[in-house]
Nanobody
Framework: QVQLAESGGGLVQPGGSLRLSCAASGFTLDDYAVGWFRQAPGKEREGVLCFSPTDGGTWYTESVKGRFTISRDNAKNTVYLEMNDLKPEDTAVYYC?????????????????????????WGQGTQVTVSS
């Protein structure tokens, strides 16, 4: 059974940092395009940062450039989202996603269209709250 499990969320002060983890089970992430999405209260889920292993491409939403990075540890079958200089507007439930296709240039497509792709696998989400 394909499963993704996020962890690492919590309450952090503005300017602080968090690292989210997304552990995969039931499949191997090596050849999957992966991404992080978020949903703030009253807003639609949006793509934040996605990675395509085929070409090493990474797509970021503009508001997180320079602050968030994505990494993966294939040995642990885990993807990470490192978040620095957090702002109150980063408050949201964060979800990881994986898709078993990764043609060149897919990072942007996954982040911008992931919600409409039925074969994307999703985690259950982890809450991130940025507040003083």
């Amino acid at each position: 059974q394909v499963q993704l499990a996020e962890s690492g969320g919590g309450l952090v002060q503005p300017g602080g940092s968090l690292r989210l983890s997304c552990a995969a089970s039931g499949f191997t992430l090596d050849d999957y395009a992966v991404g992080w999405f978020r949903q703030a209260p009253g807003k639609e889920r949006e793509g934040v940062l996605c990675f395509s292993p085929t070409d090493g491409g990474t797509w970021y939403t503009e508001s997180v450039k320079g602050r968030f990075t994505i990494s993966r540890d294939n040995a642990k079958n885990t993807v990470y989202l490192e978040m620095n200089d957090l702002k109150p507007e980063d408050t949201a439930v964060y979800y990881c996603a994986a898709h078993d296709t990764s043609p060149p240039g897919y990072a942007a497509f996954l982040c911008l269209n992931g919600l409409a792709i039925h074969s994307v696998s999703w985690g259950q989400g982890t809450q991130v709250t940025v507040s003083s």
